[in-house]
């Protein structure tokens, strides 16, 4: 089994940033790809950024996140981020991260990934 613990949600101005982080144990060695994901209020969850995660290379985005949020990992520390930046309302959300076995970093379909956290709500005023 996996475990992932999101942290780092919070309340930010328009223009703000923040990091979220994603802290990863229990049965690590079969995970191939790392991603977060992303719920509205009143829409379904959508893909948001993933990451290879033995590597930490060749990470995938949402066309509306590109050039603002940055996925990245720590091997050492188990830990996964996402540093959004220029954050604005339509980014708010409750934030997932996510874990699979397959190595498809382009997978956006959510039922798709094996593991998930319970969520960190970040909220982006006007």
């Known amino acids: 089994q996996v475990q992932l613990v999101e942290s780092g949600g919070g309340l930010v101005q328009a223009g703000g940033s923040l990091r979220l982080s994603c802290a990863v144990s229990?049965?690590?060695?079969?995970?191939?790809?790392m991603g977060w994901f992303r719920r509205a209020p009143g829409k379904e969850r959508e893909f948001v950024a993933a990451?290879?995660?033995?590597?930490?290379?060749?990470?995938y985005y949402t066309d509306s996140v590109k050039g603002r949020f940055t996925i990245s990992t720590d091997a050492a520390e188990n830990t996964v981020y996402l540093q959004m930046d220029t954050l604005a309302p339509e980014d708010t959300a409750v934030y997932y991260c996510?874990?699979?076995?397959?190595?498809?970093?382009?997978?956006?379909?959510?039922?798709?990934?094996?593991?998930w956290g319970q969520g960190t709500q970040v909220t982006v005023s006007s």
């Open positions: 996510a874990a699979a076995r397959h190595p498809y970093i382009e997978t956006m379909t959510a039922a798709w990934w094996d593991y």
């Open positions: 229990g049965r690590t060695f079969g995970i191939n790809a």
């Open positions: 990451i290879s995660w033995r590597s930490g290379s060749n990470a």
